[in-house]
């Protein structure tokens, strides 16, 4: 069988490129929008989370149906790099409305409109993304390097918007929405070029026309294929303990560790920067021992770094940073090989189905996660209410600090656990891949990239740069 041959660094950088901006506008969305919009623009801070959370409950049935829409998509450009093209100007959109609106009153209406173009056009842009990554390689390994490289991107943008409120402090002093606007123009000014040097730097790889339905009974049907239904689990329970602890985060660390308020987020940049540095350790040791093993480990190190976290003593900004190295390294290996695992999955499903149904299994996998992240924001704020907790109160009962500790660090350790059992049960190893894979080839069946010749992905005058790096979203 013919090996598609290993996909140059700078073609690698170009296509992971749009991750910068699309990460750098998710944790504004969740951390310093609602409450701008409540402060600075006036709208009830009820109605601003009713917004926010029904806006994100529906973007969970939105991902399903553009993945279905994506999969059925041909065009004499590609198949995935025209939904890029479409999906930029739309989250720019719902971008601007958001982050540069200064007036005071701006409505309820202004800020739902503002909501979903973005994250409209942000479910566009990824899922294209993802899509153009998997045809990028059928290899098992190369694919580690294709998303270590998102990984590189998405974490880049992560550090660059967590760092504004550093970078501008003296500024923020005087005017409380610079720090919103300054991350709305850093989005704006960032997305067309990452897209344009996604789109230019290589030739998508054709394939050929699957014809097939985006109905929930097709989607359901995706859950025939048990690697589906493990690794869709096991996102389930990643993004429960992920939402579970960030949403006690700052409760945690500011009244029962003593960190000072503005020094808690460094600790997302400590994350980010060794997740950059790690990226590459972990594409190697997915290689070498199966990403889904890679995965499990990952995960179990992560369930222990939230344990360590309840034993910091109180103000130890050492221990505080010294503990974000080893939780930094494991929480990149949640981030990176699931989206890896599924690029092989497709392939698994494609010989079992005989339809191209990658755009459909990364919506499912963004949906999983997307609604553990959801479902735990009802759950802690119910536990919290349970326990008595009050946010606003500077004194609480020991028992409802003990509570949050819990929360913080039991429960999802707990899950990450869980998590790293779920993919005991995995079977998808690089021995079954290749076998996928020359199956595939017996049916005259390309796999999610085709068996294409390496001279099949060049330069086109792309504007692609590589980073410095020795070698998944």
Known sequence: MKS??????RILAAQAA??????????PLIIYLPEYYANALGIDLAVVGLIFTVVRLADLFFDPFIG???DRSRSRWGQFKPWLVVGAPIVMAGTYMLFIASRPGVGPVFLSVGLVL???GYSIVILAQMGLGTGLTPDY???SRVFAWWQIFNTLGLILVMLMPVIFAERIANDSGFTVRAMGWFVLAVTPFTILAAISAFREQPRAIQVHSARLADYLGLLRVQSTRLLLSMQLLL???LGISAAVFLFFFTMIKGVPREYVGLQFVGFYIVGICTAPLWSMLA?????HRALMFGCAGFASYMLLMLAMPHGSMLFFGMAAIWGGTMACAADMLPRSMMADVSDEDRLDSGHDRTGMLFALLTVTHKLGQALSIGIVYFALDLIGFKAGSITNPPQALSGVMILYGVVPAILYISAALVLRRFRLTPERHEQIRAALAKLGVRSAAGDLPAAVLVSEGGMGVPLPIAENP
């Open 18 to 27: 749009p991750a910068l901006p699309m990460a750098a506008l998710t944790l």
């Open 68 to 70: 279905g829409l994506m």
């Open 239 to 241: 993004g429960l303990g």
């Open 118 to 120: 973005a994250y409209v």
């Open 141 to 143: 390994r190369e694919r």
């Open 4 to 9: 598609s041959g290993k996909v140059t660094n």
């Open 287 to 291: 290689n070498r021992i199966g990403k």
